[in-house]
Protein backbone atom coordinates (compact mmCIF):
# COMPACT_ATOMS: atom_id res chain seq x y z
CA UNK A 1 0.00 0.00 0.00
CA UNK A 2 3.13 2.34 1.02
CA UNK A 3 4.27 2.20 -2.45
CA UNK A 4 0.92 2.56 -4.62
CA UNK A 5 0.89 5.89 -2.27
CA UNK A 6 4.68 6.92 -3.29
CA UNK A 7 3.35 6.31 -6.90
CA UNK A 8 0.32 8.87 -6.59
CA UNK A 9 2.47 11.21 -4.36
CA UNK A 10 5.50 11.66 -7.22
CA UNK A 11 3.26 11.63 -10.14
CA UNK A 12 1.64 14.48 -8.33
CA UNK A 13 4.18 16.81 -7.38
CA UNK A 14 5.57 15.79 -11.47
CA UNK A 15 2.35 17.57 -12.30
CA UNK A 16 2.45 20.38 -9.54
CA UNK A 17 6.22 21.19 -10.78
CA UNK A 18 5.08 20.95 -14.73
CA UNK A 19 2.28 23.56 -13.98
CA UNK A 20 4.64 25.62 -11.69
CA UNK A 21 7.49 25.75 -14.46
CA UNK A 22 4.43 27.01 -17.04
CA UNK A 23 3.32 29.55 -14.90
CA UNK A 24 6.18 31.08 -13.51
CA UNK A 25 8.90 30.54 -16.59
CA UNK A 26 7.19 29.77 -19.51
CA UNK A 27 4.85 27.02 -21.17
CA UNK A 28 7.48 25.95 -23.88
CA UNK A 29 9.55 25.14 -20.87
CA UNK A 30 7.38 23.37 -19.50
CA UNK A 31 6.17 21.15 -22.66
CA UNK A 32 9.48 20.49 -23.42
CA UNK A 33 10.39 18.94 -19.30
CA UNK A 34 7.15 16.92 -19.92
CA UNK A 35 8.27 15.67 -23.52
CA UNK A 36 11.25 14.15 -22.14
CA UNK A 37 11.42 10.46 -20.86
CA UNK A 38 10.86 11.52 -17.10
CA UNK A 39 7.76 9.70 -16.59
CA UNK A 40 10.14 6.69 -18.21
CA UNK A 41 12.54 6.99 -15.25
CA UNK A 42 10.00 6.51 -12.96
CA UNK A 43 8.23 3.85 -14.49
CA UNK A 44 11.66 1.61 -14.23
CA UNK A 45 12.03 2.86 -10.88
CA UNK A 46 8.93 1.22 -9.16
CA UNK A 47 9.66 -1.86 -11.76
CA UNK A 48 12.81 -2.30 -10.09
CA UNK A 49 11.41 -1.48 -6.19
CA UNK A 50 8.89 -4.25 -7.34
CA UNK A 51 10.03 -6.82 -9.33
CA UNK A 52 13.59 -6.49 -8.46
CA UNK A 53 16.62 -5.56 -10.57
CA UNK A 54 17.65 -8.07 -13.14
CA UNK A 55 14.01 -7.21 -14.38
CA UNK A 56 14.56 -4.25 -14.68
CA UNK A 57 17.05 -4.34 -16.42
CA UNK A 58 16.00 -6.05 -19.17
CA UNK A 59 13.11 -4.56 -19.02
CA UNK A 60 14.83 -0.59 -19.32
CA UNK A 61 15.80 -2.00 -22.82
CA UNK A 62 12.42 -2.05 -24.30
CA UNK A 63 11.33 0.66 -22.65
CA UNK A 64 13.19 2.90 -25.40
CA UNK A 65 10.97 1.21 -27.91
CA UNK A 66 7.80 2.78 -25.68
CA UNK A 67 9.22 6.35 -26.07
CA UNK A 68 9.62 5.99 -29.31
CA UNK A 69 5.97 4.80 -30.00
CA UNK A 70 4.89 7.63 -27.75
CA UNK A 71 6.97 9.95 -30.00
CA UNK A 72 5.29 8.45 -32.97
CA UNK A 73 2.14 8.52 -31.57
Not at 13 to 19: G, K, P, Q
Not at 33 to 46: A, C, K, R, V
Given at each position: ???L???????????????W?????????????S?????S?I?M????????V????K???????????????
Amino acid sequence: MTILLLKIDLSFFFAVFLVWVAEWKSARISGMISSLPNISLIIMLFIGVEQGVEFSKKASVYSIYGVLANLVL
